[in-house]
Structures are given as C-alpha cells and as structure tokens.
C-alpha cells in the first residue's frame, strides 16, 4: 500500500492510527525521530516535518504495520537501565528478563570479591552487560554461536563501556575447562509448534526455540554445568511459563541443591536455579 507522507506530528500520528499502530509506539517513533520527548508532540502537532524525515516515517510506520517491532524499526532497545543497540541477528530483550538479572545481582555479593560470571546465549549482550554494570566486580564473559550477534554485543559493551570477554560458539565448547561462580542463560525454549511463534517471525528463530518440546537446549544447559562451575556456584534459567516443573526436576536429579524460582512481571514462573555443592 502507498502511503501519503505525512506533513506534520499532528498527520504522522494520524497516520499511525489510521495503520492501527499502538498508539504509544507510534509516538515513541516520531520523538525518537525528531529527537524530542513524547510530552513535546502534545504542544508541537503543527511541528513540520521535512519531506526526507516525513518519507522515512511513512515507510517505517508502514513496516510497523506489517508486523516489524519498534525495536527493530529503531535499532535499540532499553534492557535494566541501558540502552541496546539491536539487529535483526539478535532477540529484543524483555522485561521479563530482568528477573534473571535482578537475581544474579542478589547473589554475586556473596560469591567472592570478583565473581567470574559468563551469559550462554548472549545475543545482543543484555544479560552480560546488566550484571556487569550491576556489580563491576564481577569478571563477565558470554557466549553466542552467532557472530552477528556477537558483533553487535561488543559494539554496546564498547557503548558503555563496560569490560566484557565475548566468545563464539556453541554452549559449553568456547570453555574448555574454565569455572564459574555463576553460570546465566536465556537459551532457546520456545516449543517448535508454539501458537505464537509466527508473531516472532522478524526475530532469529534459532534464538527462540530449539525445535520439539523447547527443552532440549535447557536440559543440555543443566547436565553441562556442573563441569563448569565452581563448588557453590549458581545456574539460573530462563525458561517459558510452564516448563518450571521440568527444569526444576532436572536440576534436581542433576545434583543441584536449593532449587529455586523467580517469577516475572506478571506472576509467572520465569526463571530456576539452583546451587552446585561440588
């Protein structure tokens, strides 16, 4: 469908509605763009838009439209206090995420003054760069098989500033035998016939699921880690809202002790754990 582009906020935001766009994304859009807050478009509707940035919103509203997220569209996301720089080879993070993190950060205080932590799947380095900007301390290292989304990992450590070792390959291989006082993952754990899956269709399908029930790469996660961490080392998981069960089961039988979970923003079960007696 061609699109008018529009000549002002006041018809950019008109346009927004009328592609049935999320009102708050549409305006989350134009103040990214015309580098003002989202209060300024209330008092400014009249603002005029040049005909090169009224062209470049006509055409991102109308990737929006057919489905592109907004996170994608800006190339950035926020993720616990930093922004991310994103690409189409890496996920977008979510808040649900943060619950790892936010439990990571409660348990480094007490794992030694410099706490060697590595994120397995690190994407575009969310996880990493939070607990390494939560507590400086801690020497992070993460892993990725994808060299995309290392690349775009490395340029947000160097955005902020933050020390960070990023190493490519799968799981466990880039290791060797090196130990951990924590081990994090946000593996692939989306089921392969998943209802939803279609609607992640712009994001790496790699990153999302596994294939099969979704467990196979959290499962591989737990029977490898305990070669990895240190005698009272953590693992913590993410995984979907109904595979709590499973997963705490299989940490279990693996040995780990004081298994445990985390729920995310909206009250599901989000993240387990559990400590490595060695």
Not at 53 to 75: D, I, K, N
Not at 93 to 117: Q, S, Y
Not at 142 to 148: F, N, P, Q, T
């Amino acid at each position: 469908m061609s699109l008018n582009p529009p000549t002002d906020v006041k018809t950019a935001l008109a346009l927004a509605r009328q592609l049935d766009l999320e009102r708050g994304d549409a305006q989350t859009l134009l103040a990214e763009r015309l580098q003002q807050s989202r209060a300024w478009l209330i008092s400014h509707d009249d603002e005029a838009l040049s005909p090169a940035l009224a062209a470049q919103l006509a055409s991102e509203m109308q990737q929006m439209a057919e489905g592109l997220p907004l996170a994608y569209v800006l190339g950035e996301k926020e993720f616990h206090g930093l922004r991310l720089r994103l690409s189409r080879d890496t996920l977008i993070p979510r808040a649900d995420t943060e619950t790892l993190v936010d439990w990571a950060l409660e348990l480094l205080p007490g794992l030694g003054a410099a706490p060697r932590v590595v994120d397995l799947g690190t994407g575009s380095g969310a996880i990493a760069l939070a607990i390494k900007a939560g507590h400086p301390a801690a020497e992070l290292s993460a892993v990725d098989l994808s060299a995309g989304a290392l690349e775009v990992a490395r340029g947000n450590a160097a955005c902020l500033g933050l020390a960070v070792e990023f190493l490519q390959g799968s799981w466990w291989n880039p290791l060797r035998d090196r130990s951990f006082e924590l081990i994090v993952s946000n593996p692939p754990y989306i089921a392969g016939q998943d209802p939803h899956l279609p609607a992640l269709r712009h994001e790496p399908l790699s990153a999302l699921t596994p294939g099969g029930d979704g467990l196979s790469d959290l499962m591989a996660l737990i029977e490898g880690a305990p070669a990895h961490l240190s005698p009272g080392g953590w693992l913590l998981l993410e995984h979907g809202y109904d595979q709590a069960e499973p997963v705490a089961l299989a940490l279990e039988c693996r040995g780990f002790v004081e298994v445990s979970l985390r729920r995310d923003l909206g009250g599901q079960p989000r993240v387990s754990g559990g400590r490595w007696p060695g």
